[in-house]
Structure formats: structure tokens, C-alpha cells
């Protein structure tokens, strides 16, 4: 390759980076966030787990 392809290259690379950087979050990150405290009530309780009110009042002793 040329000096100028791999200066394209790197042009385009940077660009790229720079576009998916100043969106905020990151589109893959998406689904890996616990989401609303309903949302992970609801799914605590369909595996059988206790509610999140119970575990949240769990981990620290009564003041």
C-alpha cells in the first residue's frame, strides 16, 4: 500500500472512532445496563429470587 492509502486509512479509522465517541453512550452497552428498578423487581421475581426491596434491605443492618 501507498502513503497515501494508509493515511486514508487511518483518516477514515479516526473518523470512525470519533463518530461512535460522541454519541454519549455506546449502542452496545445498551443492554447491559440493569434498567429501571421495576424492570429488575420483575425479573428478580420470575427466577425466584426475592423481591429487590428485600435484597436492598438485606445488605445492611436496621439503624
Do not use: C, Y
Request: charged share 20%.
Amino acid at each position: 500500500m501507498g502513503e497515501s492509502m494508509s493515511e486514508l486509512m487511518m483518516a477514515a479509522i479516526a473518523a470512525v472512532l470519533a463518530e461512535t465517541q460522541t454519541d454519549g453512550e455506546d449502542p452496545g452497552q445498551i443492554a447491559r445496563q440493569l434498567g429501571s428498578a421495576w424492570s429488575q423487581d420483575h425479573r428478580r421475581q420470575m427466577t425466584g429470587k426475592t423481591s429487590l426491596m428485600n435484597a436492598r434491605a438485606g445488605r445492611s443492618p436496621w439503624r
